[in-house]
C-alpha cells in the first residue's frame, strides 16, 4: 500500500503570553512535541492516551485546522505544512473530520439535507438536482432513509445524528477521514452500529481513517494499528494484535490492565495497575523520558536523564523506553513491583 499521510517532528506549541499592549512570550504549552509516522492508503491508525496527550491537536494540525509550530506534514506525496488558506482549499475535499458530539457538530437550525449538501455546494460540485439525489443516497449509504432529507437533528436520536455526521464527511469523496472521539457520546449498543458502519464504508470506499478514541476496546475493534501517546509524545506504535498481545511500554501496560473483563471470572482476579501522581505540566515536562515521575520501571541516572528515542524493538513494533526488551513482555503484578534490572539506553 502506498503511503497516503506522512507526519515529521511535528510541534505544537501554544505561546503564554504576559501584558495587555507589549503581549511577550513567557512559556509555552507544548501540546504536541515532535512527533513522526506514518499511515497507509486504506488503513485505519488508532490513536489513545489520556486526556491532554495531544491526541485532538495533532488531528488538528495534520487537517492543518491549526498551523504547527514545526515538523512537516505530507499529505498524497505534497508537502501542506504550509500552505496558505487559498492553497489549501482545493484539498480540503480529501479530508474530512467527524467530530465528538454529533449534536453540537450539526447546525440545529438547518435542515439535514443542508448540512449533508454544504460541502457539496461549497466545493461547486453538481447542481442543485444532483446534489439533492447525492444526500439522498449518502443517507441511505449510512443507514437512514432518503426521506430523513427534511428533518431537523434534534428530531434524530445520538447514533442517528452520528450517522449524519459520517455522510456529510463522505459527500466529497474524502481520501482521509480523521474521527476524533466518534462514539464517545453514544450508548454501547450504538456504539458498535457506528463502529462497524465505519468499517463496511471503508470496504466500500477505501477510505483511511484516523480514529482518536479514549476507549481501547474500540480502537482494537476498528484499528490497523495502534498509536500511544503521552504528554505531546508517541510511546508506542504497533499493530493492534502486536499492541494488545505484547505491550512493550509500561504506560501501555498500565493502559491495558484498565480495561475491564466481561469474564466476572477473570476480572474477579486481575488487578489494575494504578500511577501514582498525576500528569506532568505540559507547559515544564520532566526531563528525561517524560513518563519516568509515574513508571513502575523507572531507574535514576538514565529515565530521568535521558529521553528514549521511539526504535523499533521488534519488526513492526516501535516504542520509546529504556528498559531491556528481553525483559518484555511482563505481567501486570510484574510491573508493579520496582525495577530489579538496570535500564539500558534505546538501544534494544
Known amino acids: 500500500m502506498s503511503t ?7 510541534k505544537m506549541h501554544f505561546p503564554i503570553t504576559q501584558g495587555i ?8 504549552v507544548k501540546a504536541v512535541d515532535g512527533v513522526s509516522f506514518e499511515v497507509k492508503s486504506g488503513e485505519t491508525l488508532g490513536i489513545v492516551g489520556e486526556s491532554g496527550c495531544g491526541k485532538s491537536t495533532l488531528a488538528r494540525c495534520i487537517l492543518r485546522l491549526l498551523d504547527p509550530t514545526e515538523g512537516t506534514i505530507m499529505f498524497d506525496d505534497r508537502d501542506i505544512t504550509h500552505l496558505s488558506r ?3 482549499r482545493p484539498l480540503r475535499r480529501e479530508m474530512m473530520m467527524v467530530f465528538q458530539d454529533p449534536y453540537a457538530s450539526l447546525n440545529p437550525r438547518k435542515r439535514v439535507g443542508f448540512t449533508v449538501a454544504e460541502p457539496l455546494e461549497v ?3 453538481g447542481t442543485p438536482a444532483e446534489r439533492k439525489r447525492r444526500v439522498q443516497e449518502l443517507l441511505e449509504v449510512v443507514g437512514l432513509s432518503p426521506e430523513h432529507y427534511n428533518r431537523f437533528p434534534h428530531e434524530f436520536s445520538g447514533g442517528q445524528r452520528q450517522r449524519i455526521g459520517v455522510a456529510r464527511a463522505l459527500a466529497v469523496n474524502p481520501k482521509l477521514i480523521v474521527c476524533d472521539e466518534p462514539v464517545s457520546a453514544l450508548d454501547v449498543s450504538v456504539q458498535a452500529q457506528i463502529l462497524n458502519l465505519l468499517k463496511d464504508l471503508q470496504r466500500e470506499f477505501g477510505l483511511t481513517y484516523v480514529v482518536i478514541a479514549h476507549d481501547l476496546n474500540v ?9 500511544v501517546m503521552y504528554l505531546g509524545k508517541i510511546v508506542e506504535l504497533a499493530s493492534d494484535r502486536e499492541l494488545y498481545h505484547q505491550p512493550l511500554h509500561p504506560y501501555t501496560g498500565a493502559l491495558m490492565s484498565a480495561v475491564p473483563s466481561p469474564d466476572p471470572k477473570r476480572a474477579r482476579g486481575r488487578k489494575p495497575i494504578v500511577l501514582e501522581g498525576d500528569v506532568p505540566n505540559p507547559i515544564n515536562p520532566p526531563d528525561g523520558c517524560r513518563f519516568h ?4 520501571r523507572m531507574q535514576t541516572g538514565v529515565c530521568d536523564v535521558d529521553e528514549p528515542e521511539l526504535i523499533e ?3 513492526g513494533h516501535s516504542r520509546a523506553c529504556h528498559y531491556p526488551l528481553e525483559h518484555w513482555p511482563m505481567s501486570p503484578e510484574e510491573l508493579r513491583q520496582p525495577a530489579s534490572v ?3 539506553l534505546a538501544s534494544t
Open 313 to 315: 524493538s521488534v519488526a
Open 293 to 296: 515521575p509515574r513508571c513502575p
Open 342 to 344: 538496570t535500564p539500558t
Open 219 to 227: 480502537v482494537r475493534h476498528i484499528s490497523d494499528r495502534v498509536m
Open 4 to 10: 497516503l499521510l506522512t507526519v515529521e517532528n511535528l
Open 123 to 125: 466545493n461547486g460540485i
Open 86 to 88: 487559498a492553497e489549501m
Open 21 to 28: 499592549v507589549f503581549q511577550k512570550q513567557i512559556a509555552a
